[in-house]
T-cell receptor
Framework: AQSVTQLGSHVSVSEGALVLLRCNYS??????LFWYVQYPNQGLQLLLK??????LVKGINGFEAEFKKSETSFHLTKPSAHMSDAAEYFC????????????FGSGTQLTVLP | EPEVTQTPSHQVTQMGQEVILRCVPI?????FYWYRQILGQKVEFLVS????????KSEIFDDQFSVERPDGSNFTLKIRSTKLEDSAMYFC???????????FGQGTRLTVV
């Protein structure tokens, strides 16, 4: 069975600083990996996904993530945080590329300090 | 931009009552999903629905739950006899399948009292 672990339920960064949100997966086969963002009172919005091919994936709003099979990781980064990045971020994995049986991490609340 | 819409945004119900959560998926999507998030816990898969039948379901999705696409546009989740532990945020999602992403609605917060 798959599991997804997000280290740090709360992360605070200063505006302009690097954002690093950690995600590790546990799977017997390399899964498909996703990052979703949830702004207050809104649904889950896909930031980026890894299915096959290039291991560095670029998403919306300047975010990117790198699939590292040797480390079973898919950490989310953004070089320079913006106040509008404050939200909850969820890492998820699936055995297929679609939403069938997405396994979510517990989420990381990102706070951006002025 | 097309979006998945869910109604109501918040529902309060008494234990033992039936509730129906409604979702309008994006119109050309063929795959539909329900997920839930109990407060402070992970988002959990409940069920996927394709071609008018359940394609996959989790162990959470027991006989108390059912899904339906009654009219070709709505996608509903029914909980027959609610329990306190059914209190959660319920997310509907839809997609075109294959390796494409799922689009999530804003959620319905269900509170069972």
């Amino acid at each position: 069975a798959q599991s997804v672990t997000q280290l740090g339920s709360h992360v605070s960064v200063s505006e302009g600083a690097l954002v690093l949100l950690r995600c590790n997966y546990s799977s017997s086969v390399p899964p498909y990996l996703f990052w979703y963002v949830q702004y207050p009172n809104q649904g889950l919005q896909l930031l980026l996904k890894y299915t096959t091919g290039a291991t560095l994936v670029k998403g919306i709003n300047g975010f990117e993530a790198e699939f590292k099979k040797s480390e079973t990781s898919f950490h989310l980064t953004k070089p320079s945080a913006h106040m509008s990045d404050a939200a909850e971020y969820f890492c998820a994995a699936s055995s297929s590329g679609s939403a069938r049986q997405l396994t979510f991490g517990s989420g990381t609340q990102l706070t951006v300090l002025p | 931009e097309p979006e998945v819409t869910q109604t109501p945004s918040h529902q309060v119900t008494q234990m033992g009552q039936e509730v129906i959560l409604r979702c309008v998926p994006i119109s050309n999507h063929l795959y539909f999903y329900w997920y839930r998030q109990i407060l402070g816990q992970k988002v959990e898969f409940l069920v996927s629905f394709y071609n008018n039948e359940i394609s996959e379901k989790s162990e959470i999705f027991d006989d108390q739950f059912s899904v339906e696409r009654p009219d070709g546009s709505n996608f509903t989740l029914k909980i027959r006899s609610t329990k306190l532990e059914d209190s959660a945020m319920y997310f509907c999602a839809s997609g075109t399948g294959g390796n494409t992403e799922a689009f999530f609605g804003q959620g319905t917060r269900l509170t069972v009292v």
